[in-house]
């Protein structure tokens, strides 16, 4: 499992068989799996507890582990089954009203999807934490070419290729900033030119912006939000999505399929809500 996690997680400490204190309790809780990853001043922590049972992961089960995030003040976890889960564990997980993320994953998804519970992307100074709705998985693996992301995510059940052809699929990367591109209006400006030039059919309109909520006392990020349609190939419209930093930009982007953009289009701005922009500081022995 730990070894998993370390490949799956480059950079990450993951540490096994932890105890933490619990705040509520007062205390020390066991935790099987504890991966931490520190983005300049913000830590992410993920909680792993594993379900080696003869039966599937129950309501109780996923009750407990709640707890136990919530005392130890973890707000990621994931509950890693042998046998599965039942449809009442999985609907309290949906239900969950607390600011805590759980997933319930088989080692089989495990091994094959290339992260958990979000996805950690940096460029410079800028890094982003941007989470997964549920039924959808993280793929963190960097795709070069056109069109080029630092990850991809997509509905359960699909490979990256098959959701890019007959699903939705959402892709993000940073844009850092320049003397040449100051700003995020700027950054987007440059892209409707780029994919007009290549495609003079192509147009794009914006659209009003969807909410962005302050995170621990920080303001809430400009956003910019626009769709664009650009060829018959891509099987519907492309919404795109930019969040503001002061040195950089987030672009998350949609490929949407025609006529669904009412089932996916809140999902990227739920996506958007969700996601944590914050200063990238890698200390030297991480550069080394």
């Known amino acids: 499992m730990c070894g998993a996690l370390r490949r799956l997680l480059p950079g990450a400490i993951v540490r096994q068989n932890v105890r933490l204190p619990g705040v509520k309790t007062g205390t020390a809780r066991q935790i099987d799996v504890l991966v931490e990853r520190g983005l300049g001043v913000f830590a992410l922590k993920i909680a792993v507890d594993c379900k080696c049972y003869k039966r599937k992961v129950n309501v109780n089960d996923v009750e407990r582990f709640l707890g136990m995030l919530d005392d130890v003040r973890v707000s990621k976890g994931v509950l ?23 997933k319930i994953l088989t080692a089989e998804r495990l091994s094959e999807f290339q992260n958990i519970g979000c996805a950690m992307l940096w ?115 492309e919404y795109s999505l930019y969040i503001d930093h002061p040195k950089g930009v987030l672009v998350l982007v949609l490929l949407c399929p025609e006529g669904q953009d009412e089932t996916y289009v809140p999902i990227l701005e739920w ?7 914050v200063d990238c500081v890698q200390r030297q022995n991480e550069r080394n």
């Open 80 to 102: 890693m089954t042998t046998k599965g889960y039942s449809k009442t564990a999985l609907k309290r997980i949906q239900n969950e009203s607390r600011d805590i993320e759980l």
């Open 123 to 237: 460029k410079g100074p800028v890094a982003a934490v941007v989470s997964h709705p549920d039924t959808w998985v993280v793929d963190n693996e960097a795709t070069p070419g056109s069109p080029a992301f630092q990850f991809s995510m997509y509905p359960l059940g699909h490979t990256r290729d098959s959701a890019m052809r007959r699903s939705a699929f959402v892709y993000g990367n940073i844009v850092l900033k320049s003397d040449r591109e100051p700003t995020m209006e700027a950054i987007a400006d440059r892209h409707e030119r780029d994919v007009i030039r290549d495609v003079p059919s192509a147009s794009f309109r914006r659209l009003p912006l969807p909410p962005r909520v302050s995170w621990a006392g920080r303001p809430a990020e400009n956003t910019l939000f626009r769709v664009g349609h650009v060829l018959e190939t891509y099987r519907g419209p």
């Open 271 to 277: 996506i958007a809500e969700k996601t944590l922009m």
